[in-house]
């Protein structure tokens, strides 16, 4: 995966538009985060083609750094995989 310049810092350590899966590619541990969501019970789970779909849109968002949500605080992959959850701005 390429960055843009402004997208890295000097470390290469921190990246705005990356979700924790695409963090994990670079050596970052987010294995629980998986986990917990490929375990959700599917009555609350979201379908897989919305969850990516929520997912591009927070990856367009200002808010996202690493994977978090700068608004909410949550991991947006987390968010986006319960049915019930929104974003707070109402994007998706
Ligand atoms: S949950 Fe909403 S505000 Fe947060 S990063 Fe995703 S789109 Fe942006």
Do not use: H
Request: hydrophobic content about 30%; aromatic content about 10%; glycine content about 4%.
């Amino acid at each position: 995966m390429k960055y843009n310049k402004s997208e890295v810092s000097v470390n290469n350590r921190i990246c705005k538009r990356c979700l924790t899966r695409e963090l994990a590619e670079q050596g970052e541990n987010f294995q629980y985060l998986r986990e917990y969501i490929e375990n959700l019970d599917m009555d609350v789970k979201a379908p897989a083609e919305l969850y990516e779909e929520r997912l591009a849109v927070c990856k367009e968002c200002d808010f996202l750094l690493q994977g978090m949500c700068r608004s909410c605080g949550c991991y947006v992959e987390l968010r986006a995989a319960v049915t019930k959850n929104s974003c707070p701005y109402k994007r998706w």
